[in-house]
């Protein structure tokens, strides 16, 4: 008879561990804070080896059939600046969270897990049995500044790219198309940055710097006001799962930052490492201490390479006096932003 497992958290992390734990029969509930669907704030780009764990769930043609859309291309561009369109060195898959939690959600039930809705609880639970999935952690814990993120979803934003990535010097957006037509627009700024109400000042922080690319090309744009969320105090400082005292995945760990664009792998991978642990404690043949060890391990080995490139890489986009210089060396240096790329996956 195989011991129940409880995730605290239904997003990506802990849905995808609980559907390859229900594939192998292990008992699940989930407790969910919130309820599907709903927006997030996220950019909706998923790159990275996660999506081979998507196929191994038997989840990809579901989230196909949801809308997901291939993302293949992507330019770069400063207010004033902008890359050639380039291709992406491997696929993307764009789908709103809106559609991609709640599809995971309904699969996990069809499995036979239990998945609580509105149930917060307690995530410093720390009992055998339980794995922490509920997310980043909240703002003061760990050095480095605050940062905020907003996105919304609109209409009629003609894109050059499938992946457009705007920098300026108060933060990034990302631009990609997502289900039945939609652009979804996904920023992240500097705490600073925010100098009126969030609602207002954010909506033009959005929108870019005056006269800027990014302005231009939100010009048109009908924005789906439902689809407005914010997201504050979060803190991009790596942190190694080895140190957390819970069994932890996705950004329960630490949190990749979002211009990479491998956040979501990064929870669907670390979802990955843990099944088969978690099978062999539910089954009797390995201590909790020894699970919770043996994930925390294969999670550092995999990501503490990606999590370093990526706070060189974040640091160097958003350092202002080099953004112009930045954009226009992707044209002719390709390689570069593709070392980038391959050093962050
Ligand atoms: C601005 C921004 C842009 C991003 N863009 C991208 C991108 O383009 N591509 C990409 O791959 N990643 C991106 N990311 C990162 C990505 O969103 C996260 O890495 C991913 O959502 C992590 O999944 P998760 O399941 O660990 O956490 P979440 O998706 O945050 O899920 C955690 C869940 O736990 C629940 N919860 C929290 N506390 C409790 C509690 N006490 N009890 C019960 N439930 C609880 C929450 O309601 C939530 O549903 C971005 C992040 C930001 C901030």
């Avoid at 991009?236 to 990749?256: F, K, N, Q, W």
Wanted: charged share 20%; with cysteine; net charge positive.
């Amino acid at each position: 008879m195989n011991k129940p497992l409880t995730i605290v958290g239904g997003g990506l992390a802990g849905l995808a561990l609980g559907i390859g734990l229900r594939r192998q029969e292990v008992p699940v509930t989930i407790y969910e804070a919130a309820h599907y669907p709903r927006h997030r704030v996220c950019g909706e780009f998923v790159s990275g080896r996660g999506q081979q764990f998507l196929e191994r769930l038997g989840v990809s043609s579901l989230l196909a059939a949801a809308g997901a859309v291939p993302a293949r291309t992507v330019a770069f561009y400063s207010p004033r600046r902008s890359s050639p369109v380039g291709s992406l060195p491997s696929p993307a898959l764009c789908l709103s969270r809106w559609q991609m939690d709640a599809q995971l959600a309904a699969r996990f039930r069809e499995l036979g897990g239990d998945l609580q809705e509105d149930r917060r609880v307690d995530p410093a639970t720390t009992s055998e049995g339980w794995v922490r999935a509920n997310g980043r952690r909240p703002a003061g814990e760990g050095p480095g500044p605050r940062w905020f993120g907003l996105k919304i979803h609109a209409r009629n934003v003609p894109l050059v790219a499938d992946l457009e990535m705007h920098v300026s010097p108060r933060g990034y957006v990302g631009l990609c198309r997502v289900e039945q037509g939609e652009v979804n627009v996904c920023g992240l700024f500097r705490r600073d940055s925010l100098d009126a109400s969030p609602t207002t000042a954010g909506r033009q922080l959005l929108m870019g710097p005056p006269d800027s690319i990014l302005r231009q090309r939100l010009a048109g744009a009908e924005f789906d006001e439902s689809s407005f969320c914010a997201v504050a105090g979060l803190a991009l400082a790596p942190v190694p799962a080895a140190s957390r005292a819970e069994v932890c995945v996705g950004d329960a760990i630490t949190m990749i930052p979002p211009v990479t664009g491998n956040g979501m792998s990064m929870a669907f991978e670390s979802a990955e490492q843990a099944v088969d642990p978690l099978v062999a404690w539910s089954q009797g043949r390995q201590t909790w201490a020894a699970t919770r060890r043996e994930i925390a391990q294969g999670c550092d080995g995999q990501f503490a390479r990606r999590l370093f490139w990526a706070r060189q890489l974040q640091r160097v986009i958003l350092h202002a006096p080099l953004q112009d210089a930045l954009v226009g060396m992707v044209g002719w240096q390709s390689w570069l932003w593709r070392l980038a790329f391959a050093g962050t996956r």
